[in-house]
């Protein structure tokens, strides 16, 4: 047995503060958890691939995509799809990335320069903040949705200046003020980057997104729209003209050196496009629960949100893992969300609502949390 008890400490560490994460078997409770917004996997309302597109090569294995598109991974399948999705989206151009995780790494990591400066609110995904670690530019954090902050930090900016924030964020479930942004980006010459994430599918008339709902989109200069929550599926596209493509393309690393999504998985993701936005019954059910929730009265503190994502505070770590188990007894799957994923003192339960969920199992869950 190899010797890596270095590991130990920073284990233990995690255990002292009731803060150490395993992994768990889906057991079959009501889900108040996934990201499955309108529930296209968990109904598998996706059709099988039939590859049935005109230009489908069917030289190409359908699981395996055998390379890097700068290599042989690319195919006429993808290109159509990333073209469905640009004019879905209306933008110019999109490129196909693995994963939300990987296209905001590498957007971010390979845009920005030396001597530019980046300005990302606090609260932004750890994809987010990777990637900009990762770029050579400097970077500062402006408070959630502050909009004098924000401000703040453009006055002083130099170089190419990127404001980077999400449309839905995920841990709080809030919508950034996007029109206030962009009024400070066009006032600052700053580039705006927006992650759409948890907006795709369920936000605007036809799950479009924030920025296009609101008719802002020609305004921003990347948008990233990923596919493993309300689409059901799985990988990311990046947004904007046709040169931020061919930048891609020629400098994102995590796109250059990653073997492409197989055929079988882009046709699942262009499946998902022809059915999420007719899902208008969907929606509006699940507006009708986020409604009820927010009205409703419960024991702790919840923060105000329009999403599927609805947030209860619960302090300290022991206190909400006590919660979510009393809701995980009564066949209910809300996880906790423990420091430090959030700050000491904000641990939460993140209750996701959904399509598929009814009435009667939201108000148990109203129930159990009163």
């Known amino acids: 047995m190899y010797n890596d008890d270095f590991l130990q400490g920073r284990l233990t560490e995690r255990k002292e503060h009731n803060a150490f994460r395993t992994l768990r078997l889906p057991d079959n409770k009501i889900d108040f958890c996934s990201n499955d917004y309108l529930g296209i996997a968990k109904n598998s309302q996706l059709p099988t691939p039939d590859f049935q597109l005109s230009t489908f090569d069917f030289r190409l294995s359908t699981h395996g995509s055998t390379g890097s598109r700068l290599l042989a991974g690319n ?28 296209a905001n790494l590498g957007l971010l990591s390979c845009v920005p320069q030396k001597g530019d400066t980046i300005i990302y609110d606090f609260l932004s995904h750890a994809s987010i903040r990777d990637g900009i670690r990762l770029s050579q530019a400097q970077s500062f954090a402006f408070l959630h949705n502050d909009l004098n902050d924000l401000e703040r930090r453009l006055k002083s900016a130099t170089g190419n200046t990127f404001v980077v924030t999400e449309s839905v964020f995920s841990m709080d479930g809030d919508y950034c003020p996007l029109p206030e942004i962009v009024v400070l980006c066009n006032k600052y010459h700053a580039h705006l980057i927006i992650d759409e994430a948890h907006a795709t599918g369920v936000v605007g008339n036809k799950g479009e997104g924030l920025a296009q709902y609101l008719q802002l989109h020609n305004e921003i200069f990347a948008r990233v729209h990923t596919f493993g929550k309300a689409c059901g599926c799985h990988g990311a596209v990046v ?11 020629n400098f994102a690393r995590s796109f250059i050196y990653s073997t492409a999504l197989p055929p079988a998985a ?10 999420f936005p007719f899902m208008n019954k969907e929606r509006e059910h699940l507006n009708s629960l986020i409604n009820y929730f927010q009205s409703a009265t419960i024991a702790h503190p919840k923060l105000v949100s329009t999403t599927p994502i609805q947030v209860v505070i619960v302090s300290g770590n022991t206190e909400v893992k ?18 430090p994923t959030v700050p000491k003192g904000s641990e939460r339960l993140r209750i996701v609502l ?17």
Do not use: C, W
């Open 354 to 370: 959904h399509s598929f969920n009814t009435l009667q199992e939201v108000k148990l869950l109203v129930d159990l949390l009163a």
């Open 75 to 102: 195919y006429a399948l993808i290109e159509e799809t990333e073209k469905q999705i640009a004019s879905f989206h209306e933008a110019e151009a999109g490129l196909m990335f693995n994963s939300g995780y990987d």
């Open 239 to 249: 947004l904007g003209s046709n040169s931020l493509r061919d930048y891609l393309i």
């Open 266 to 275: 882009i046709q699942v993701i262009a499946n998902s496009y022809a059915l």
């Open 322 to 339: 006590r919660v979510a188990h009393l809701l995980q007894t009564n066949n209910l799957d809300v996880r906790p969300i423990l420091y």
